[in-house]
């Protein structure tokens, strides 16, 4: 009897060790999907706001690059203390119906992109190091009248 005791003694530590790598990974997808979330629901938020505004001040025109980097900017601050995080805004003319009551708008298509790399991005496993080479996308693309402030189409 004492011996079938001696034979199950440290099961459960193997167990732990065995699940231990799945757990950790589990944790850090976990981890890393909440930051993309975040992220995303702060970028929805912010980026349209920003693109209003700035199209509005600078007058942006046949996608004028004062009116992106400015947006661009505006976003980043947002953002920053987030390292694994990339912001980038493009802009060019929409095709805008006439519209005989109220003038020709200047519209504008502005497509932001939130690029989100995960975590870690660099690790070592057993003397080998690699290198995460994947990257998760979201963008917001806001359609402003660069002459009118706050006109969204």
């Known amino acids: 009897m004492m011996y079938a005791l001696r ?3 440290g ?7 065995a699940l231990m790598p799945v757990i950790l990974v589990s944790l850090a997808i976990l ?15 912010v980026a349209p706001d920003a693109v209003l505004a700035e199209a509005a001040a600078a007058g942006a025109e046949d996608g004028s690059v004062e009116a992106v980097s ?15 995080i990339e912001i980038s805004v493009e802009a060019e ?6 519209l005989a009551l109220l003038g020709e708008p200047h ?5 932001c992109t939130l690029s989100y790399h995960p975590w870690p991005r660099h690790f070592v496993v057993a003397g080998i190091d690699s ?20 006109r969204t189409v």
């Open 7 to 9: 034979e199950e003694r």
């Open 131 to 150: 290198e995460v080479h994947f990257e998760l996308v979201h963008v917001r693309e806001v359609v402003a009248d660069a002459g009118q402030a706050g």
């Open 93 to 98: 003319a929409a095709e805008s119906a006439p």
């Open 70 to 84: 400015a947006a661009e900017t505006s976003i980043r601050k947002a953002f920053e203390d987030a390292d694994d």
């Open 31 to 45: 981890w890393n999907l909440a930051r993309y979330v975040s992220a995303c629901v702060l970028f929805d938020r």
């Open 11 to 17: 099961q459960m530590a193997v167990e732990l060790a």
């Open 107 to 111: 519209l504008m298509h502005f497509r």
